[in-house]
């Protein structure tokens, strides 16, 4: 019974667990309030299947239950019956990846639905989620629910870690790159002078060079700066003039610059980027645009005008960098708000939300989608607009993409085409090319046959039929006669649209014809029968006679076709005996086999094949010994290995017979160690008759173990009812003297006692710490030597235990454990019992 403890500690527990989830609750629910995307706009029609299978991975990869899952989507909004769907949809999808095909029955209903899902032919691997847990992080049903959010195409291009838009500083100085402040010169001056100066450009825009002076480059090119200090230079190095003294001026370390994000960026700020950075580079460093940021009117602002008007789609879609201009100190990047997005969803092969320009048409925007899948219904395409007050629902056909202009908030959505054949029929069955063929106008069912190279030999020509489509989709069959329709004599049938014509073989509408042949051959078992099939012949399939085989009375059992119903005394076999000789030659007339027939082929008379045992241990000549008659018995082996050493020990005797013991006079050596292990598997097997007399241990537990004798009985009377007639495989074993016993089970101490005559069962138990708590003292039994087993008797209240031999193993089984009342059972119990003493009292009131 649970005490009063343990119960408190169990409602504590409950109730820790409880405080656990309520605080798992209240953490989850702002984790949703947080995320300000909302799902309650997503058609799940819409979605294309790269959105859900990216859904599908991103389950799979976080272990999510499916309750997480419809939580956090009602929670976003997602409208009870899109989850529903979104449900189906997954399950279709991973049918697909499971291996199921996409090929439909042109005859079935679903080969001819007009609905837009794609459907599966067969059963596949459904959707599987994880049990609940609270270890689990409700961010994962928000990232896993994030594949529904429609992506901005470009957004992920300056969060692309592969993608760093650093400046190249390993590269050749521009021509037109402008000297500022912070700006390092290289001036070599080589050939009938040399010198070498690293000159930084000071904030005044100069450079002082050594025995020249100041020198302005500041706002000049490099051109424009290396012929002004080749002109300075020239007042002191003379020959600069006549060109046997070279400068050389060129740019080490670049200054930086300060460049200005504002508007709509993700990280709005003054940035300090290398002087021969472009735009893309200030991009990159602060993010790029934001959610409601332009990606195609992006402005460079340099002096208070803009210089340069940058489109990502350019990069994007072409690899082109136009007007990616590189920057100067102190210029401005203004990142407007867009003015007109589209989505495009549905079967594109980039299914994002464009920004549209008012040059753009819808075929534009087709072009930035990647264009139509393979799947695509190209012909049309579903349009939901928004007007002032409500949305509308507009269909542009493809003659219109080119002109179509498209506005603000457009949901363009491609669909798939339809899931049918508009001229598929198909032939099945006894043809030589049964598969799909093209519908053809006036195509008769014998041209359908031709097409299929006509039909095969086994073809049944009395009947054919067609599974045909009917307006209202349900199937109907036509018959017909096949051999009539091929000859001409009968009227040849117009096929239409999803026509399935099925030709049936004549091995398709009666059992496989077999015959068996068993007994004295080398390969029995059954074989195809064929006509005119011999009985010498299938001798001769089954690899002929064995040795031993007997050619005379063979017997062949055929089954009986009109045998009379009911009667007692009908036939339900025929039976025919035959000769044949040893050359496969039947003496008669020849015998000719019919299905079903079971052929016997049967020993010779008087054959034997030699039988083998064993004799181990304590004899004057062990080993194997072939049984010389079918009689012959333990006493008899024994006498034929030379009897008895002086060290045998009859009463350990034992009989190995079964499959315990190895077949075959080359494989029946059985060790000592081999024996003791045989005797601890079977106490290992006992143990599982714990509950059950040791007296009825199921037949079957010990088939396979020693057979307990009594040698010295057996000897002392030869040919008695226990000398054990041999079997071929029996091992004898005589063992030497034994001198100790073992106990083991449920004992304090399990031990190896040295065997005194003096001792009885229960001091050998002492011996081991005497019996344990759970020891089932009533159950104890001995394993003798020679494999026979003596358990407890039970009389009245009182064990009487068996008696203990040299060599025994004593074995205490294990108390069955039994389960302790509830509190609630305790409760029950009580109440019954005091319930049945009441109306007992009431009785005896009654009576007395």
Do not use: W
Not at 93 to 122: C, M, V
Not at 247 to 272: H, Q
């Amino acid at each position: 019974m649970m005490n009063l403890k343990s119960f408190k500690n169990l409602n504590i527990n409950k109730l820790v667990r409880l405080v656990i989830l309520l605080v798992a609750v209240a953490i989850y629910t702002p984790l949703q309030a947080q995320n300000t995307q909302n799902l309650s706009s997503v058609r799940v029609d819409e979605l294309s299947d790269a959105q859900i299978r990216q859904f599908i991975q991103q389950v799979e990869a976080s272990g999510l239950s499916e309750a997480q899952l419809e939580q956090v989507a009602s929670a976003r909004g997602m409208a009870p019956s899109e989850i529903a769907k979104l449900r189906e949809r997954a399950n279709k999808l991973k049918e697909q990846q499971g291996g199921s095909s996409n090929s439909q029955n042109p005859g079935s209903s679903s080969g001819r639905s007009s609905g837009s899902q794609k459907q599966t032919s067969e059963p596949g691997r459904q959707l599987n989620f994880q049990p609940d847990s609270l270890a689990q992080d409700p961010a994962k049903a928000e990232q896993a629910l994030d594949a529904f959010k429609p992506k901005i195409f470009g957004e992920d291009l300056f969060k692309n870690s592969q993608i760093t838009f650093e400046p190249n500083l390993r590269i050749a100085t521009p021509p037109n790159y402008q000297l500022g402040p912070d700006d390092e010169l290289n001036i070599d001056i080589y050939g009938y002078s040399e010198a070498n100066y690293k000159l930084k450009v000071s904030p005044e825009g100069v450079i002082n060079i050594p025995y020249v002076g100041n020198v302005q480059v500041s706002g000049l090119s490099m051109d424009q700066a290396t012929q002004r200090i080749k002109s300075r230079l020239a007042t002191i190095y003379s020959n600069i003039n006549t060109g046997n003294t070279k400068v050389a001026v060129s740019l080490g370390n670049i200054r930086g610059i300060k460049v200005t994000l504002l508007g709509e960026v993700r990280r709005p700020g003054t940035y300090t980027l290398p002087s021969l950075a472009t735009v893309f580079n200030a991009l990159y460093s602060s993010g790029g645009p934001s959610e409601n940021g332009s990606f195609r009117t992006i402005e460079v602002i340099r002096n208070n005008r803009v210089v340069a008007t940058l489109d990502v789609y350019d990069f994007l879609l072409r690899g082109f960098q136009r007007n990616n201009i590189r920057l100067q100190d102190q210029d401005v990047i203004r990142i407007p708000t867009y003015k007109k997005r589209v989505q495009f969803s549905g079967e594109v092969k980039r299914p994002y939300i464009f920004e549209a320009l008012d040059k753009d048409r819808l075929r534009d925007i087709i072009d930035f989608a990647g264009g139509f899948t393979t799947e695509a219904y190209s012909a049309r395409i579903k349009v939901i607009q928004n007007t002032a007050k409500e949305r509308r629902i507009t269909d542009v056909f493809s003659e219109n993409f080119a002109s179509y202009i498209p506005q603000n908030g457009d949901k363009y959505f491609a669909e798939p085409i339809l899931e049918r054949f508009e001229n598929r029929i198909a032939i099945e069955g006894a043809v030589f090319r049964p598969g799909q063929y093209q519908l053809e106008q006036g195509l008769t069912l014998s041209q359908l046959i031709k097409k299929a190279e006509g039909v095969t030999e086994d073809a049944f020509l009395p009947r054919g039929y067609i599974t045909r489509l009917k307006a209202d989709n349900t199937s109907e069959l036509i018959s017909f006669d096949l051999g009539k329709v091929l000859s001409g004599t009968a009227a040849d049938i117009t096929l239409q649209r999803e026509d399935v014509v099925t030709i049936s073989s004549i091995f398709d509408l009666r059992d496989e014809y077999k015959v068996r042949i068993d007994g004295e051959v080398r390969s029995p078992g059954e074989y195809d029968y064929a006509e005119n099939l011999s009985l010498e012949d299938l001798i001769q399939q089954a690899g002929g006679f064995k040795e031993g085989a007997s050619a005379k009375r063979i017997e062949i059992s055929r089954r009986v076709k009109n045998s009379e119903a009911g009667a007692a005394n009908s036939v339900t076999a025929q039976v025919f005996q035959v000769d044949v000789d040893q050359n496969l030659r039947i003496r008669g007339p020849r015998f000719v086999l019919q299905p079903f027939d079971i052929v016997a082929v049967r020993n010779a008379a008087g054959y034997e094949v030699q039988r083998q045992v064993r004799v181990e241990g304590e004899v004057l000549y062990p080993g194997a010994y072939t049984i010389t008659r079918r009689d012959e018995r333990v006493s008899d082996l024994v006498k034929r290995a030379g009897g008895f050493t002086d060290l045998a020990y009859l009463d350990g005797a034992s009989l190995k017979r079964g499959d315990a013991a190895e077949k075959g006079s080359g494989k029946n050596r059985i060790s000592s160690s081999g024996t003791e292990q045989d005797k601890i598997d079977r106490l290992k097997r006992l143990q599982s008759t714990v509950n059950d007399s040791v007296d009825r241990v199921d037949e079957n537990l010990l088939k396979n173990a020693l057979v307990g004798i009594n040698l010295g009985r057996i000897m002392d009377n030869p040919g008695a009812k226990y000398d054990l007639t041999l079997e071929d495989g029996d091992v004898l074993i005589v063992p030497k003297q034994l001198q100790t016993v073992k106990v083991n089970g449920e004992v304090l101490a399990p031990v190896t006692v040295v065997f005194s005559n003096s001792k009885g069962f229960k001091d050998y138990i002492s011996s081991a710490g005497g019996f344990s708590q759970k020891a089932l003292k009533k159950r104890a039994y001995i394993l003798y030597p020679n494999g026979s087993i003596q358990s407890t008797k039970r009389f009245l209240v009182f064990n009487n235990y068996p008696i203990v031999k040299s060599g025994a193993e004593i074995f205490v089984p294990t108390k069955a454990e039994r389960r302790k009342l509830t509190p609630g059972e305790t409760i029950g119990l009580a109440s019954s019992i005091a319930s049945l003493a009441a109306i007992a009292f009431g009785i005896l009131n009654s009576v007395f």
